[in-house]
C-alpha cells in the first residue's frame, strides 16, 4: 500500500479504527459496486463521497496533499456558489439591486467562506462529505428558486439530481425539502403554499432517512446504534437544543467542531443555552415578519 492510501485508511474514520478497504484502492467497478451496494459499512451511506475519494488516489495517489487540496477546492467553489446564491436572494426577496448588494453579498459569502465552523472542511480529510452535500444542495436550490419563477421539466429534473447527490453525500441532504418549501413560501410571499413539487422529495428523503436508520442499526463490524433507545419527544428536545447551539456558535465561535454531546433520556447538555437562543431567534423572526407586514 502506498503512503497516501495508508494517509487516507487512517483519516477515514467513522466511529472507529476501522479503514474503508473499496476506497484505499481507488477506482474500479468492483469498488464502485460496493460503495453503491453496501448500505451498513460503518454506519453511514455515502457513496459521492467515497467515489471523490477514490477518484484523488487513482489520478493523485492520494495522500494527505492531496485529499485536503480537493476539500479546499470544494471549499472554495462552493464560496462562489454561496455568493450568487446570495444575490438571487437579495434581488427577488429584497429587491436589492447595485453596487452595495453586490459587496453586502459578497461579504456574507467571505463570513461563511472564512467562518471558524468552515474550517473543518480544510482541515479534516474526513470532512470530505460536509463540502459535497453542502455544495450539491446549494446548487440544487439555486436550480429551485428558477423553477419557481419559470418552471420546466428539465430544471425541476437538474434540482432532483442536485438533491439525490446531495444525500447520496451525506445523508444530512435530507433537509433539503424542507428549505425548498420555505423558498418557494418566501418568493410567493405566503406563509403557505402549493407543495405538489416538494412531494418526490420527500419521498428521496424519506427513503434515504429509512435507509440511514438501517445503516446505523446494523453496521459493519460495528456496535449498533440504538436509534430509537430515547423516547420521540426526548429526540425532538435534543434536536431544538441542537439547532439553537448550532445557532450559538455561528455566532460566537469557539471551536473549528462543534459536537452536541447529549444526555441520553435526560436534559441535554447546555439545554437552557441552546433553547433560549433558538426562542429568540424565532422572535426576531416573528418580530421581522411583523415589521416588513406594516411596512408593506
Given at each position: 500500500m502506498s503512503k497516501g492510501q495508508v494517509c487516507?485508511?487512517?483519516?477515514?474514520?467513522?466511529?472507529?479504527?476501522?479503514?474503508?478497504?473499496f476506497v484505499k484502492d481507488g477506482v474500479s467497478l468492483a469498488n464502485i459496486g460496493r460503495t453503491l451496494t453496501d448500505f451498513t459499512y460503518c454506519a453511514i451511506w455515502m457513496p459521492v463521497t467515497y467515489f471523490t475519494y477514490m477518484l484523488d488516489i487513482s489520478l493523485f495517489g492520494g495522500g494527505w496533499t492531496v485529499h485536503l487540496a480537493t476539500n479546499v477546492l470544494l471549499h472554495a467553489v462552493t464560496a462562489v456558489v454561496v455568493f450568487v446564491f446570495l444575490l438571487m436572494l437579495a434581488r427577488r426577496?429584497?429587491?436589492?439591486?447595485?453596487?452595495?448588494?453586490?459587496?453586502?453579498?459578497?461579504?456574507?459569502?467571505?463570513?461563511?467562506?472564512?467562518?471558524?465552523?468552515?474550517a473543518e472542511v480544510a482541515s479534516y480529510v474526513s470532512s470530505r462529505k460536509e463540502a459535497l452535500w453542502t455544495l450539491f444542495a446549494l446548487v440544487g436550490l439555486m436550480e429551485w428558486v428558477l423553477f419557481c419563477e419559470k418552471g420546466g421539466r428539465l430544471r425541476?429534473?437538474?434540482?432532483?439530481?442536485?438533491?439525490?447527490?446531495?444525500?447520496?453525500?451525506?445523508p444530512t441532504a435530507v433537509c433539503f425539502p424542507l428549505l425548498a418549501y420555505a423558498l418557494k413560501a418566501a418568493l410567493e410571499r405566503k406563509l403557505l403554499c402549493r407543495v405538489g413539487s416538494v412531494v418526490p422529495m420527500l419521498a428521496v428523503s424519506t427513503a434515504v432517512g429509512l435507509l440511514t436508520?438501517?445503516?446505523?442499526?446494523?453496521?459493519?463490524?460495528?456496535?449498533?446504534?440504538?436509534?430509537?433507545?430515547?423516547?420521540?419527544g426526548w429526540r425532538m428536545?435534543?434536536?431544538?437544543?441542537?439547532?439553537?447551539?448550532?445557532?450559538?456558535?455561528?455566532?460566537?465561535p469557539g471551536t473549528i467542531h462543534v459536537d452536541?454531546?447529549?444526555?441520553?433520556?435526560?436534559?441535554?447538555?447546555?439545554?437552557?443555552?441552546?433553547?433560549?437562543?433558538?426562542?429568540?431567534?424565532?422572535?426576531?423572526?416573528?418580530?421581522?415578519?411583523?415589521?416588513?407586514?406594516?411596512?408593506?
Open positions: 487516507i485508511a487512517a483519516t477515514l474514520v467513522v466511529g472507529s479504527a476501522m479503514a474503508f478497504d426577496l429584497f429587491g436589492l439591486e447595485g453596487a452595495a448588494a453586490t459587496a453586502a453579498c459578497l461579504l456574507g459569502a467571505l463570513l461563511w467562506a472564512l467562518h471558524p465552523m468552515r425541476y429534473a437538474a434540482v432532483m439530481l442536485c438533491f439525490v447527490l446531495s444525500c447520496l453525500s451525506k436508520i438501517h445503516s446505523q442499526a446494523h453496521p459493519t463490524d460495528m456496535a449498533s446504534v440504538d436509534v430509537f433507545g430515547s423516547g420521540l428536545l435534543n434536536a431544538a437544543v441542537s439547532l439553537g447551539l448550532y445557532v450559538w456558535h455561528t455566532i460566537v452536541y454531546r447529549a444526555v441520553f433520556n435526560g436534559w441535554p447538555v447546555d439545554g437552557g443555552l441552546g433553547l433560549g437562543v433558538l426562542a429568540a431567534c424565532l422572535l426576531a423572526t416573528v418580530v421581522g415578519c411583523l415589521y416588513a407586514k406594516d411596512r408593506a
